[in-house]
């Protein structure tokens, strides 16, 4: 067992709530930014490596999970409501998978050349994720209320950039299809990127909402 999980264990129990969704927001950023620097590199000689690093944190993701809803079987004091620690756990894994899944079909589809578009949703993609790290800190003392709302303003801001881009996106790879499978393949890539930035702004929400009832 890590020095980490020793310590969560040590702590109080309704304290190490906390601990994990920090730890599972940093892993969300770590997932955005390592996707993000890999579709950049437009070297399609390294999707596989690019496959490989983000099914490990994706496994990360999910042990952190599996962590969090063990933890509230076996806890009978919770520091936020237990439907709220459940949507947080979930919405945080979703980034992760979503991105995991855009790598996957990276190399299933063989694809050679990055859509431009897909660069604008995967920077969008990390400024959402570096929000959330700092928002889901907030729980810990739900202190500074308008700065708090800021961030959550900015991720919707964020999201509806992404629309935009997503249906642009969409427009033009219909305008001219002369490849029809390979507009299937980017239609579904974009698709889940989308997704992405919408479980981000998920996350965004519940901690609005958490942080009203508890105001």
Not at 2 to 11: D, F, P, Q, V, Y
Not at 59 to 65: C, I, V
Not at 70 to 90: C, G, K, M, W, Y
Not at 123 to 141: C, H, Y
Request: charged share 30%.
């Amino acid at each position: 067992m890590s020095l980490n999980a020793i310590m969560r264990w040590l702590k109080p129990r309704e304290l190490v709530f906390f601990d994990l969704l920090d730890e599972a927001a940093a892993n969300v950023l770590a997932s955005a930014q390592f996707f993000d620097h890999g579709l950049r590199s437009g070297d399609a000689s390294t999707w596989a490596e690019l496959r490989r690093e983000m099914k490990d944190l994706e496994h990360k993701g999910d042990e952190l999970t599996h962590d969090i809803l063990d933890r509230l079987n076996q806890s009978f004091v919770t520091p936020l409501e237990r439907e709220d620690i459940l949507a947080l756990a979930h919405s945080l894994d979703d980034v992760v998978d979503k991105l995991d899944a855009v790598a996957e079909r990276f190399v299933l589809y063989r694809i050679e050349a990055v859509n431009p578009s897909a660069l604008e949703l995967s920077n969008l993609a990390v400024q959402g994720a570096t929000e959330l790290v700092v928002l889901i800190k907030s729980l810990r003392t739900m202190s500074d209320g308008k700065e708090i709302s800021r961030r959550i303003r900015h991720v919707h801001t964020l999201e509806n950039q992404a629309d935009s881009v997503y249906h642009s996106a969409l427009a033009q790879i219909f305008e001219d299809p002369k490849d029809p499978v390979l507009l299937i393949k980017w239609k579904e890539i974009l698709d889940i990127l989308e997704e992405a930035t919408d479980d981000i702004k998920l996350v965004a929400q519940v901690v609005g909402s958490t942080i009203m009832r508890n105001a």
